[in-house]
């Protein structure tokens, strides 16, 4: 007799994708949604601006009391939180992918606080009162405290792991706001400056703040974008991306210094806003998937919209005054992290 057959177990189909199915065309809708909110950013306000008069306040102010509300306080909050905004998301996908960390953040692995730190340190010390001095210390706080989270976070036998490094930043950012606390207690001078900072905002800010910093953001997100195709080699694994050309060593230290770039120049302008570099990538990898070549796009024009309308949510629910930036990003980000903890979205990628 033949020897009977034994079927194989079926193979399930593969689950299908969660990408939208046309990349391009939801990248030029979401840059549409971010001129949008721009838009709203400087319609929406204690006082509520027609949209006429606000573009005319943008292109031809005229003088009155609306052009000079649109050319002194919006425009440039607007501006900066675009600028700010591209960079936090750009420096959280970053992070992520050089650490292969799904929980990698500038500001939950320390390195926003850092920055701070060191731009306290300035004006407390040194009554330093120029953005480009607080810019210069904040790359150096940014890269401090990044080398300082990766050593703690890699000691040991079993090495780094996203929980590892998340602990790690955490006990540093308590180090670190503990530092600027009492920087500020120890000069009255310092608290003045700092006080925004603290949580982070856009409020207060000109639109030489804006200039001053533009060159670093332009310069770290042109570095960031170059990197699409190394960080998707080095994603198979070191051996495999060699192979295919990709240098692991000058990948991860290009990487390191568009972060501590984008990073440095955010958090000197607006400071430590937290949350923003965790949700953007995360969203975006849901919507294309892990392909660089979409995803830091695709978070260089999500984080600005996500954060201008936190402003704009800020502006709106304590209106005639207002919440920080910061308090907001805290407050929408915070359950996302839970969320993936709960879920066990912790592995890395």
């Known amino acids: 007799m033949p020897p009977p057959v034994v079927s194989s177990p079926a193979v399930p189909p593969p689950a299908k994708s969660a990408c939208i199915p046309d990349r391009p065309a939801g990248l030029g809708l979401l840059g549409l949604l971010l001129l949008l909110t721009v838009l709203a950013s400087i319609v929406i306000g204690a006082k509520q601006i027609p949209p006429g008069e606000a573009l005319a306040g943008v292109f031809a102010p005229d003088g009155s009391e609306n052009a000079l509300?649109?050319?002194?306080?919006?425009?440039?909050?607007?501006?900066?939180?675009?600028?700010?905004?591209?960079?936090?998301g750009l420096a959280g996908a970053l992070m992520q992918a050089l650490t292969r960390n799904p929980l990698a953040e500038p500001g939950l692995l320390g390195v926003n606080g850092g920055a701070a730190v060191a731009v306290v340190t300035v004006i407390a010390l040194f009554r330093a009162d120029d953005v480009l001095?607080?810019?210069?210390?904040?790359?150096?706080?940014?890269?401090?405290?990044?080398?300082?989270?990766?050593?703690?976070?890699?000691?040991?036998?079993?090495?780094?792991?996203?929980?590892?490094?998340?602990?790690?930043?955490?006990?540093?950012n308590a180090v670190f706001s503990s530092l600027t606390a009492g920087l500020m207690l120890l000069s009255p001078r310092s608290f003045g400056g700092f006080r925004f900072w603290q949580v982070g905002s856009l409020s207060g800010r000109d639109l030489e703040v804006f200039l001053r910093i533009g060159p670093f953001l332009l310069a770290g997100t042109v570095l960031a974008l170059l990197l699409a195709r190394p960080l998707n080699a080095l994603a198979l694994g070191e051996d495999t991306g060699r192979a295919l050309g990709a240098r692991p060593g000058r990948t991860r230290a290009l990487g390191a210094l568009a972060v501590v770039v984008l990073?440095?120049?955010?958090?000197?302008?607006?400071?430590?806003?937290?949350?923003?570099?965790?949700?953007?990538?995360?969203?975006?990898?849901?919507?294309?998937?892990?392909?660089?070549?979409?995803?830091l796009p695709y978070s260089l024009l999500l984080a600005?919209?996500?954060?201008?309308?936190?402003?704009?949510?800020?502006?709106?629910?304590?209106?005639?005054?207002?919440?920080?930036?910061?308090?907001?990003?805290?407050?929408?980000?915070?359950?996302?992290?839970?969320?993936?903890?709960?879920?066990?979205r912790v592995p890395q990628l």
């Open 133 to 172: 001095v607080y810019v210069w210390a904040a790359f150096l706080g940014a890269a401090g405290a990044a080398a300082l989270v990766y050593a703690i976070g890699t000691r040991g036998r079993s090495g780094a792991s996203p929980a590892r490094l998340v602990l790690a930043g955490a006990g540093i």
């Open 69 to 88: 509300i649109v050319q002194q306080l919006r425009l440039p909050r607007t501006l900066l939180g675009v600028g700010v905004g591209m960079a936090l």
């Open 304 to 344: 600005p919209v996500l954060l201008l309308w936190a402003d704009i949510l800020g502006r709106v629910v304590a209106a005639p005054g207002e919440l920080e930036t910061g308090l907001v990003t805290a407050f929408l980000g915070a359950p996302l992290l839970a969320m993936m903890v709960r879920r066990g």
């Open 263 to 295: 990073c440095g120049a955010a958090t000197a302008a607006a400071g430590p806003i937290m949350f923003l570099g965790l949700a953007v990538p995360f969203t975006v990898r849901a919507l294309v998937g892990p392909d660089q070549r979409w995803v």
